[in-house]
């Protein structure tokens, strides 16, 4: 009993540590592995759900069309279980189970401030969708920016008042939460440096029902314009209201919140007319018409905004393997190379830190839906 | 400061202030019944909401008979809550009782999540969605549509508990549970009816500020805490305490948020809670009128 028990737990060992062997074996030589860490399972799973549907779109197309020099492109998805140390053990998985020459990551800042270090230890070039203003700033060589980050939002918002609306007196209302307070901070910074006047900020906390007094002091302060500076659409919605009732008594700049579906379905008309920043806006060039129109075909459904990050990532990364080979300090070399690239979510020109995107859209809302007024490109900072 | 800004800020003080003072005087009613605080006031407030959202917008049942159909599901609703989360315990101490209202609460907000899903509904207006302009005063149709109604139902309660017998009969029962037995009252169907009540109350405010809220799973979630905050300023177990209290606190709340700091407006809420247990724990209304329901 005792040997027929030992037996067994010797095979079986045995057989496992066979399979990582298999598992570990280097890529076949018809295949480019590539990597993609969405996530699979916990609170973000639908998110990750939207991001593999965009990926695959990617995949499949390059794959149609030949792969990349030949080899198709052997995708590994490495779920990161919505959590920080899911993050770095996909990123870990990754690397040394499934052996792959780079990634496409993660959406989240948190996750990508937790991955940093490894992905710098590992040296392996990887796309991020995180819009938080300082992850390419840390002097990690290897991350790369494929969507425009918030002080761009920021940057844009002040441009346009500037020159569009040649408006100088600025009212800030904004959440108080890191978002918010650090959308608004950007935004009277870049404002100063423009020489606009911030006449007042006024704050509020998330879930807020009335904003009589806030809306109310920044008209006393003699606010021309204002600019609405959170991350939840519902928030907004309510502000959008509340503004229309006192009588829209300046003009309206939002945050990209201000503008997305779920803010414009319950503030309806209040929010016509109105001004706000968005990433893109779909249908305003031609791979976006034609991205649109291979996700309907494929999925039968409209594609999502936030996610189609992972499509323009997937392309690039290929793009660039294509023109200088297998080699990631090479790899990294052409990415930051790449200039007037144009992807769903905008023309691509990478700074030496490594973001994609200096540009954004500002929208006036008609008949419930974001319309694009101008696409502004704030430069590389 | 001009007087426009005043009084539209007064306004919505007195708006938002009503809304605590029902949800308040929920809290209170049930509290004097039974001696235990109702964790799910809240949820009171939240799931009549959605009935009323789903009655006007999947069934297209007009206003007047959608607020109907809500208040008296409400009725039902506060009777079948005390049915489960207090009649079976009612023999224990007030801990279980508790513990099953805040069990009672998550249920509700998670069902309603499953129901209706995450994103947030609109409520129909009954009013206009146009602010009116008062001389230069900027008023939400809706604001005052909601003053009137707490005016009226408070006017309405009065009456009920005053002058008729089964409000007598509620009374005698919050007051002293064994004497009201012994002169032939039903205590336990009294409690019932307070319940009910006290939904019904719950019923209004949610119809009143489903249109400028935004219906969601979570909106009974701060509401209540307010509320709760305005019961024990105003004086825990007072009823014209919770009342004055709520509307203390709506209105302090928008001028504090307008003259000191607006980022701190929630925290204004429990700062003058600390105060009022620091300096009068037993409230503006507390004591002697206590025992009143």
Known sequence: MRNGRRFWSFTLTAIFMLGLMVTSLPAGAQELRLGF???????????????????????KEINAAGGVNGKKI???????????????????????????LALVGFVKSTQILATSDAIKTYSIPTFIGGTNATLTKQGNPWLFRVRPDDSIAAAAMVKFIKEDTKLTKVGILHDTDAFGTGGADLVEQYAKEQGLTIVKREKFTTKDKDYTAQLLSLKNAGAQIMVVYGPNPEDVAVIQRQYRQLGSPYKYMGSPSSQMKD????????????????????????????????????????????????????????????????DRAKIREAILATKGYKGVLGTFSFT??????????????EKGAPKLLKIVNVGAK | MDLATNLQMMT???????????????????????????????????????????????LSIPFPLTYLVTVLFMGLFGIVFQRIAYYPLRNRTFLPVIIAT????????NAAQLVFGAEPFLMHRPTPAEALNL??????????????????????????????????????????????????????????????????????????????????????????????????????????????????LGVVEVFAAYYISSAYRDAFAFIILILVLLFRPQGFFGEKIAEKA
């Not at chain 1, 969405?38 to 998110?47: D, K, R, Y």
């Not at chain 2, 809304?19 to 939240?46: D, K, P």
């Open chain 1, 74 to 100: 052997d995708l590994r998805v490495v779920d990161n279980q919505s959590s920080n140390p899911g993050a770095l053990a996909a990123i870990q998985k990754a690397v040394e189970q499934e052996k792959v």
């Open chain 1, 352 to 365: 030496p830190n490594g973001d994609g995107l200096s540009e954004v859209s500002v929208v006036e809302i």
């Open chain 2, 135 to 248: 001389k230069g005063v900027f008023v939400d149709p809706q604001y005052i549509v909601i003053i009137v109604c707490t005016l009226a139902l408070l006017g309405f309660q009065y009456f009920f508990f005053e002058k008729t017998m089964l409000g007598k009969k509620m009374q005698a029962t919050a007051q002293d549970k064994d004497m009201a037995r012994l002169l032939g009252i039903r205590v336990a169907k009294m409690i019932a009816f307070t319940f009910a009540y006290s939904s019904i109350l719950g019923a209004a405010a949610g119809i009143l500020v489903g249109p400028i809220f935004y219906v969601t799973k979570e909106m009974g979630g701060m509401l209540g805490l307010k509320a709760f905050c305005s019961t024990i300023i105003g004086g825990f177990g007072s009823v014209p305490g919770a009342i004055l209290g709520g509307i203390f």
């Open chain 2, 12 to 58: 919505a003080g007195l708006a938002m202030g009503s809304i605590y003072a029902l949800v308040a005087l929920g809290f209170v009613l049930i509290f004097n019944a039974v001696g235990v605080v109702n964790f799910a006031q809240g949820e009171f407030v939240m799931v009549p909401a959605f009935v009323a959202v789903w009655l006007m917008d999947f």
């Open chain 2, 102 to 109: 805040i069990g009672v609460s998550i249920f509700l907000k």
């Open chain 1, 263 to 326: 803010c414009l379905n319950l503030s309806r008309d209040a929010a016509n007319g109105l001004w706000a920043i968005a990433d893109f806006v779909p249908g305003q060039s031609d791979v976006n018409k034609k991205y649109a129109e291979a996700y309907k075909k494929e999925y039968n459904e409209d594609y999502d905004t936030t996610s189609a990050w992972t499509y323009d990532g997937l392309n690039l990364l290929t793009g660039v393997i294509k023109k200088v080979g297998e």
């Open chain 1, 37 to 59: 860490t969405p996530p699979v399972t916990g609170a973000s799973a639908a998110e990750g759900a939207l991001q593999l549907k965009a990926i695959k779109l990617a995949l």
